[in-house]
T-cell receptor, first 115, second 111 residues
Framework: DTGVSQDPRHKITKRGQNVTFRCDPI?????LYWYRQTLGQGPEFLTY????????KSRLLSDRFSAERPKGSFSTLEIQRTEQGDSAMYLC?????????????FGPGTRLTVL | AQTVTQSQPEMSVQEAETVTLSCTYD???????LFWYKQPPSRQMILVIR??????QNATENRFSVNFQKAAKSFSLKISDSQLGDAAMYFC????????FGTGTRLQVFP
């Protein structure tokens, strides 16, 4: 394992359906982050975990969104009752330790299209 | 709230020339980190360079260097000897726990 992986890479769904994305961080990294990136914009923070604890959630994360990291390893991001405005690239990143200087390593992202 | 502003949506440079990308930020914190990330087309984001706010010396990584002006809250990226492979979106980011990104600058490199 040489990097952060995300699955699926692309997801097309119809409005109202539920979708779930998975992120596998670099194995020794204890922090895991989710970001959302819409076309022409920079990534926006959604939430992050330290081990299995979800430490912060953005107000962008409506009650239709839920994220888990049950064993402190991989994480899932679920969107319920998808809306067209949820169409975006969902990026996962991981980092080691608490030091703010530590680089976040990004995965390739999951591109969600809601029809 | 912290904010990051990149005022140049697009920049272009000729191969082997030098280009500077601008970034300003706003924060009331005194201890933080600043990053430049590169996002090539359809590829994942990678770190270009980082700067610790408590360090006065500007960071340098090979052809990439920054001009960090803490009082002015400015953090520009200079790319020297530009190469075709430098073409990408460049994002400036401010970090305490999470990253706060600017809107990005699309860099085109012409032969």
């Amino acid at each position: 394992d040489t990097g952060v992986s995300q699955d699926p890479r692309h997801k097309i769904t119809k409005r109202g359906q539920n979708v779930t994305f998975r992120c596998d961080p670099i194995s020794e990294h204890n922090r895991l982050y989710w970001y959302r990136q819409t076309l022409g914009q920079g990534p926006e923070f959604l939430t992050y975990f330290q081990n299995e604890a979800q430490l912060e959630k953005s107000r962008l994360l409506s009650d239709r969104f839920s994220a888990e990291r049950p064993k402190g390893s991989f994480s899932t991001l679920e969107i319920q009752r998808t809306e067209q405005g949820d169409s975006a690239m969902y990026l996962c990143a991981s980092s080691l330790s608490l030091a703010a200087r530590n680089e976040q390593f990004f995965g390739p992202g999951t591109r969600l299209t809601v029809l | 709230a912290q904010t990051v502003t990149q005022s140049q949506p697009e920049m272009s440079v000729q191969e082997a020339e030098t280009v500077t990308l601008s970034c300003t930020y706003d924060t009331s914190e005194s201890d933080y980190y600043l990053f430049w990330y590169k996002q090539p087309p359809s590829r994942q984001m990678i770190l270009v360079i980082r700067q610790e706010a408590y360090k006065q010396q500007n960071a340098t990584e090979n052809r990439f260097s920054v001009n960090f002006q803490k009082a002015a809250k400015s953090f520009s990226l200079k790319i020297s000897d530009s190469q075709l492979g430098d073409a990408a979106m460049y994002f400036c980011a401010y970090k305490t726990d999470k990253l706060i990104f600017g809107t990005g600058t699309r860099l085109q490199v012409f032969p």
